[in-house]
């Protein structure tokens, strides 16, 4: 299994910016896949996840109304488009699939919202 994480950056609060996950390796349009961060000193929290059609998703409420988690099943891609950015959104985000008993990250991707 195989995930990788782009499109992290430097953005201004108000800013957008939106992540990608390239995933390989497992039958990818059958299982849910998953957005978490983690910023220094805190523990890796969940932002988003979306079923395996795309048509259910689900956010923590500090993202809610400001992030949208997407998939392109036949790229095999997972997007996370982020608007009206927040300092405390700075983190670095990881791209997850459970599949095979298994959990799978990738490397991640660091955001950084600062003026």
Do not use: H
Request: glycine share 12%.
């Amino acid at each position: 299994v195989q995930l990788v994480e782009s499109g992290g950056g430097l953005v201004q609060p108000g800013g957008s910016l939106r992540l990608s996950c390239a995933a390989s390796g497992f039958p990818f349009s059958r299982y849910p896949l998953s957005w978490y961060r983690q910023a220094p000193g805190k523990e890796r929290e969940l932002v988003a996840t979306i079923s395996s059609a795309g048509g259910s998703t689900v956010y923590a409420n500090s993202v809610k109304g400001r992030f949208t988690i997407s998939r392109d099943n036949a790229k095999g891609t997972v997007y996370l488009q982020m608007n009206r950015l927040k300092p405390e959104d700075t983190s670095v985000y990881y791209c997850n699939v459970d599949w095979a008993l298994r959990r799978y990250w990738g490397q991640g991707t660091q955001v950084t919202v600062s003026s």
